[in-house]
């Protein structure tokens, strides 16, 4: 479904993705992660058609990505940033409801389908109840919540997250993850979910693709990938599994 051929990323002289080649399987669920700056949300825009790769193509059902037109992609990726902004006013219904503009045409009002699936996507994520609050009336957690509900509203194969627990407390960020699980599940949907709590990966997301120094470290199921020796390599930390969790420490210890 996914391919990435050969991308290569760079701001300026700085490299950030070298060479990469691989693919993402339909219905896949992938936590994408890896050390700050090594080129995670670089991946997910060149995906997304939002940044042309510097080398290379990505290619979504066989067809380069920068040849699809905005609502094309539209239909096939939703996204969610991980600092979500808006610059209107508008309510969190109607920014849901953002979500359908793909599929109507010019001048068309939006269908009774339509306000049923943001109903649905905004019981989904828990954030009915905010339909008519403004975002200076919402936290952050809140809107992020929101701007799921709006890409889950677009009702496309494919969802990219960015970081998208980030601003959660622990309860929505079990709830956010159970959701995707299941939608992935049952919705066959593919996920790329950038992630930086390993537990949390451990505990969601069925496959992982590690980044390191811009190359692909390791691509695989999660629970092979979140070694010892990768998250030494990759993080710099010292990592023990115990009774299917993670226990991180300092690679180092300062001695007084």
Known sequence: MIHLH???????????????????????????????????????RCVAGLLPPSQGKVTLNGRDVQEYSAREMARQ???VKQHPQTDFEFSAFETVLMGRNPYQRHLQNESEQDWKIVEQCMRQTNTWHLRFAKPAEMSGGELQRVMLARALAQQTPLLLLDEPISNLDIAHQFEILELLRTINQTEGKTI?????????????????????????????????????????????????????????????????
């Open 192 to 256: 790329l979910l950038v992630i930086h709590d390993l537990n949390m990966a451990l505990q969601y997301c069925r496959q992982l693709l590690l980044i390191h120094q811009g190359h692909i470290h390791y691509q695989g199921p999660i629970a092979d990938g979140l070694t010892p020796q990768n998250i030494a390599t990759v993080f710099g930390v010292h990592a023990d599994l115990a009774e299917g969790a993670l226990r991180l420490s300092p690679a180092t210890t300062s001695r007084g």
């Open 6 to 44: 050969d991308i290569s990323y760079a701001f300026g002289a700085h490299t950030v993705l070298d060479s990469i080649t691989t693919c993402f399987e339909e219905g896949s669920f992938y936590a994408i992660m890896g050390a700050n700056g090594c080129g995670k949300t670089t991946l997910l």
């Open 77 to 79: 990726v939703a996204v």
